[in-house]
């Protein structure tokens, strides 16, 4: 089956330190990629859309220059936490999905903690 | 953005009864799919649902789909501790580029021992 890996699995870092989490598909081109922000008890939110080669789509009351997503090759999109504070704080999912199908693959999420 | 809701918030029952969770969403959708988080982890992809269907099983599970009523339901049968988990629903809806799937706001199921 598809396999999408995250890393790292979960980062520490200092208020105001940038952060970069790594989405990778393992055994298929995506596309597509999404990133998706889960607060404790949540459900996913949806934060952006990626395309490959292309600017990231964003959800309405997600900072673009606060989260910069790279989607570079087909196998690789990334997300920059820049400046993080503590209520940056949570659990990113990314997922991906080949070509334009219907189905995506999620990643097993990556937990950021801001000090 | 969320795209619907889910009921309830929270089940907790007994080994062996079954859980049923619903799930209602705003437009029209493509398909609807079920995932199960345990705590603190990925997602697991249960079941996806078309458009044009109304019913399907898989396993100890089934699902529902009315779209006349914007609303899904996911059956667990003869439900065990490990099924102890949080289960979203998620709509795949169209936009420029394709699509993206959007979730709702969870069930909280807990299986008693």
């Known amino acids: 089956g598809a396999v999408v890996s995250q890393h790292p699995s979960w980062v520490i870092c200092k208020s105001g330190t940038s952060v970069k989490i790594e989405c990778r598909s393992l055994d298929f081109q995506a596309t597509t990629m999404f990133w998706y922000r889960q607060f404790p008890k949540q459900s996913l939110m949806l934060m952006a859309t990626?395309?490959?080669?292309?600017?990231?789509?964003?959800e309405q009351g997600v900072e673009k220059d606060k989260f910069l997503i790279n989607h570079a090759s087909l196998t690789l999109s990334t997300l920059t936490v820049t400046s993080a504070h503590p209520e940056d704080s949570s659990f990113y999912i990314c997922?991906?999905?080949?070509?334009?199908?219907?189905?995506?693959?999620f990643g097993p999420g990556t937990r950021l903690l801001v000090l | 953005s969320q795209q619907g809701e889910e009921d309830p918030q929270a089940l907790s029952i007994q080994e062996g009864e079954n859980a049923t969770m619903n799930c209602s969403y705003k437009?029209?959708?493509?398909?609807l799919q079920w995932y199960r988080q345990n705590s603190g982890r990925g997602l697991v992809h249960l079941i996806l649902?078309?458009?044009?269907?109304r019913e399907k099983h898989s396993g100890r599970l089934r699902v529902t789909l009315d779209t006349s009523k914007k609303s899904s339901s996911l059956l667990i049968t003869a439900s065990r501790a490990a099924d102890t988990a949080s289960y979203f629903c998620a709509t795949a809806l169209l936009n420029t580029g394709g699509f993206k799937t959007i979730f709702g706001a969870g069930t909280r199921l807990f299986v008693k021992a």
């Open positions: 649902i078309r458009s044009n269907e």
């Open positions: 437009t029209s959708i493509n398909n």
């Open positions: 997922s991906a999905r080949p070509g334009r199908k219907e189905t995506q693959y």
């Open positions: 990626s395309n490959e080669g292309s600017k990231a789509t964003y």
